[in-house]
């Protein structure tokens, strides 16, 4: 695998080892799970700052995170699963060495109803992935 992929592959390992649900890159499902949802969005590597010697690629990818929840008290929902994305970020921010940082930005959340059901809350939260490779395709 190359290291933005490894990178991508650690990241959905650290939201999958939280309550909510996580996919990566799959579309909403029509029924959002109790705990919550999230989805890994690849993003954007961007364009890399470039060193000569030696070589070097000089990233800072902006993957998604899309939360959702659902239900009754949707706003405290929303808040904790926030809040855990957070700390399970904080707990090591180099991914095990894979990546100099990782920095989750500010989320916008919306509220959408749904016909029928409970309204939906969610939010994107860009996360930075700051890390440096020999080759762009790598």
Known sequence: MTPRET???ALHTRLSALPATALRGDVLPERVPTNGLLI???G???EPEVTLSPLAYHYQHRAEIEAVVQGTDR???FDTLIASIGAALSIDRTLGGLCDWVEAEAPRPVDLPVEGAASLKAAVIPVVL???TADQLA
């Open 40 to 42: 890994l969005r690849d």
């Open 7 to 9: 990178i991508l592959a």
């Open 130 to 132: 700051h890390y440096s």
């Open 75 to 77: 706003d405290a929902d």
């Open 44 to 46: 954007e590597p961007g």
